[in-house]
């Protein structure tokens, strides 16, 4: 079964508001999450790494004040993306390395994000 | 030049064809190399995980390792259309998942 939950899996919202997606690990804890965005036919691309009890970490190119991460407890990150608009319409996935481990990543199941 | 290189396919098959999925790197510090599987608008799956050089197999999977030639193949055998997914490798030079650099996946279509 899965380890780790992301919700929701989809999401259709108006330009200018804000929405937040889940990331639970479910049988281990995480101090480390990471969130990527997808684009069809591409990769996925690293925005943040989530810290429990301190700020994300931001990749280059990525707005921090555009996407909220807050990693609120060893199980539980969420990513807020505020004002969205059409543009931030892309597949949202996160992950959290069990023991912090390469080897031992675990994804969600991706959040489709659809700004109107 | 990318750190990883990988064909996006699509790669199409007969069922129970040998698929060989292969991905290349620049980076000669990478030694943790990863095989996910990823269906259609789902999260990504870890199917294979291998340490430095060799030959890892798992059921119909093999992952092989080659570091000399910077190159590393996920192979298939008697593939199914329930294989039909999009690849992705992934590296790291680091035992830590934060360092992961992944490739952009290769989609394989598997044909009754």
């Known amino acids: 079964g899965a380890v780790v939950s992301q919700h929701p899996s989809r999401v259709i919202c108006k330009s200018g508001t804000s929405v937040k997606i889940e990331c639970r690990s479910l049988?281990?804890?995480?101090?480390?999450m990471f969130w990527y965005r997808q684009f069809p036919k591409q990769s996925l691309m690293l925005m943040a790494t989530?810290?429990?009890?301190?700020?994300?970490?931001?990749e280059q190119g990525v707005e921090k004040d555009k996407f909220l991460i807050n990693h609120a407890s060893l199980t539980l990150s969420t990513l807020t993306v505020t004002s969205a608009h059409p543009e931030d319409s892309s597949f949202y996935i996160c992950s959290a390395p069990r023991g912090g481990l390469s080897g031992e990543l675990f994804f969600g199941e991706g959040s489709r994000l659809t700004v109107l | 030049q990318k750190e990883v290189e990988q064909d996006p396919g699509p790669l199409s098959v007969p069922e129970g064809a040998i698929v060989s999925l292969n991905c290349t790197y620049s980076?000669?510090?990478?030694?943790?190399f990863m095989w996910y599987r990823q269906y259609s608008r789902k999260g990504p799956e870890l199917l294979m995980y291998t340490y430095s050089s060799g030959n890892k197999e798992d059921g119909r999977f093999t992952a092989q390792v080659d570091k000399s030639s910077k190159y590393i193949s996920l192979f298939i055998r008697d593939s199914q259309p329930s294989d039909s997914a999009t690849y992705l490798c992934a590296m790291s030079a680091s035992i830590w998942a934060d360092k992961l650099i992944f490739g952009t996946g290769t989609r394989l279509q598997v044909f009754p």
């Open positions: 049988d281990f804890q995480a101090t480390t």
């Open positions: 989530s810290n429990e009890g301190s700020k994300a970490t931001y």
């Open positions: 980076n000669s510090a990478f030694q943790y």
